[in-house]
């Protein structure tokens, strides 16, 4: 046995309007980090208040989780916005999420990108550093998530902004550390035991296994779980039962 804490996050306020999205509810009782949608790939000004609020009330820290501008296609598809339209839209996005959560009380904790702008700028240095910039001028205290061993972590750290190295429970990796993209077959993990086993794996052995069998080395400071699934509830208790009996504790990190 091992004793070690974990944060646990999770990509919330994923909402539109009159249209729900996962349980937050639920998922905030198990988790200790919420990355809140800032509206452009989901969210609007209001879930985003409530969603902010929750956290708040759980103690659960708030993060920004702002995206490329693709309401119809959720974040994930890529778009070819330069360095400086990535800033800008960061600063827009993480602006807005500092000022409700300010509003309400809080501080904003965190930022994580969403979808294919976490992807793009964890393969190229300049969306990183420009994503990296971005959170720093609007505080330089918050902490960037990144995938770990990525551009976001290596650009942020290069301008002095704190960092966590994210690892996926439910999804899969390539033998350079990336995840496998979405469009391929096998980019996602359906059983919750195979992902419960890499996220043990991957926090006790610092060590994924590729979709070709390699092992790749990682760091884990923080683990995403996704809210948007049909048993993401269940498997986020399963995930969190699991750590607690191997005494691993599940904390924000400060």
């Known amino acids: 046995m091992i004793n070690k804490k974990i944060d646990l996050n999770c990509d919330m306020g994923e909402a539109f309007g009159a249209w729900p999205m996962g349980n937050d509810s639920a998922l905030m009782e198990l988790i200790s980090s919420a990355n809140v949608a800032c509206g452009f790939h989901a ?13 708040i009330e759980k103690n659960v820290a708030v993060g920004a989780h702002p995206a490329f501008p693709d309401l119809q296609g959720f974040g994930r598809r890529n778009m070819q916005l330069s360095p400086q339209e990535v800033y800008d839209i960061c600063v827009y996005q993480i602006g807005a999420m500092f000022g409700t959560v300010r509003a309400l009380g809080g501080k904003l904790h965190h930022v994580k990108p969403h979808g294919a702008l976490y992807n793009m700028a ?16 609007i505080h330089p205290d918050l902490i960037l998530y990144g995938l770990s061993g990525s551009h976001l972590i290596t650009e942020a750290e290069k301008i002095g902004l704190r960092t966590a ?57 923080t683990v995403c779980i996704h809210g948007d699934g049909i048993h993401a509830v269940e498997f986020a208790r399963e995930l969190r039962n699991t750590l607690l009996g191997r005494n691993i504790f599940i904390e924000t990190i400060k």
Do not use: C
Request: glycine letters at 4%; a negative charge.
């Open 165 to 221: 190295s994210e690892v996926f429970a439910d999804r899969t990796y390539q033998n350079d550390g990336n995840l496998t993209p979405r469009t391929q077959a096998n980019a996602m993990i359906e059983s919750s035991q195979e992902a419960v086993n890499q996220v043990m794996m991957m926090i006790e052995k610092q060590v994924v296994i590729s979709t070709e069998g390699r092992e790749v080395g990682l760091k884990a400071d």
């Open 122 to 137: 964890a393969k190229d240095a300049a969306l990183a550093k420009a994503i990296a910039q971005a959170t720093k001028a």
């Open 43 to 55: 969210g609007d000004a209001t879930i985003m208040r409530k969603t902010a609020q929750l956290a």
